[in-house]
């Protein structure tokens, strides 16, 4: 049947055989959102839609889509797959940087929103704070995707657990990872609640005053006792012992002023990912996951900046760490693409 929405055609003859999941025009704004069925769905997805890529048979179900691409803060892998993604698929793209679309400045959120969904069929941001990407799904008639908010980063958590799964060949309930350093902002939060979700044996290391905050400790915990999960929340860097997977990130955050740098080193330092710290884990198989851009040596214009203005070398995991045999950070930045592409294929896709 044809679907009408604010006098646009919404096509729903799209081939849909094999799907996993059929998430038909829901918003992507955080895990929260998800059913933990639904979430392991679009692994599933993302399976089938990796293997038809690298079998050459992939099946074109978004031909002559067209989705419109937010980005206030910049990016290359959340912009690179979406775009690729949606390329493999057959959809068209536009995107907009900070200055082309006039979001909340010359045009109001809700009414952005309102424009674009008679254009385009999907929308995704990438920027600050989650409540502008909740006001652009609650004013769209499309689908909303978030590429990256201060609070979630849902796109980057499905890779990793997608990440996981290929590289372990466990069951979900049967992986365990730990995240250390700062664990207070998306990438942290999102790990933490999806991890909770997969059942998964899941380990927030982290000064006291930059771990998740408690209450949204206490909801990982409750979807932990319907899913299995153990989630753990603490300073003792002990606690990487017996793990399969180490992931960290950058210490400061996207946003936060470049004055941090200096304190934030000093806290972090005895959380650094080093050739020591994944000795501790007594796991000789052991993997390493950054979501990148990762200070690991001093080859970028920021860590020289850093290096000049702190006089330390130090960042959130060494160079022999970051090029060992453990690291998976570009396989798991090449399954960005395919992750992203499972969630365009569900929201856009379904019948």
Known sequence: MTQFCHGRVLLSNRPTDGLAVNLRQRHFLKELDYTPAEWRGLLDLTTELKRARNARREVKRLDGLTIALIFEKPSTRTRSSFEVAAYHQGANVSYF???????????????????LSRFYDGIQYR???????????????????????????????????????????????????????????????????AGAMMGMDVRMVAPAGLQPEAELVATARRIGATTGARVTVTEDVA??????????????????????????????????????????????????????PSYHDLDTTVSQQILAETGSEVFEVTEEVFESPASLVFDQAENRLHTIKAILVATLAGH
Request: with cysteine; aromatic share 8%; glycine share 6%.
């Open 127 to 193: 920027g600050s704070r989650q409540q502008i990407v909740e006001t652009l799904a609650e004013h769209s008639s499309v689908p909303v995707w978030n590429g990256l908010t201060d609070e979630w980063h849902p796109t980057q958590s499905l890779c990793d657990m997608f990440t996981m799964r290929e590289s372990s060949g466990l069951e979900d309930r049967d992986i365990s990872f730990a995240y250390i350093g700062d664990a207070r902002f998306n990438q942290g939060r999102s790990l933490l609640i």
């Open 239 to 292: 606690a990487v012992k017996g793990v399969d997977f180490v992931h960290t990130d950058i210490w400061v955050s996207m946003g936060e002023p470049k004055q941090v740098w200096a304190d934030r080193i000093e806290l972090l330092t005895p959380y650094r990912v080093t050739t020591e710290l994944l000795e501790r884990t007594e796991n000789p198989d052991v993997k390493f996951m950054h979501c990148l």
């Open 97 to 115: 940087d900070e200055t082309g679309a006039h979001m909340g400045h010359k045009e109001s959120i809700a009414d952005t929103a309102r424009v």
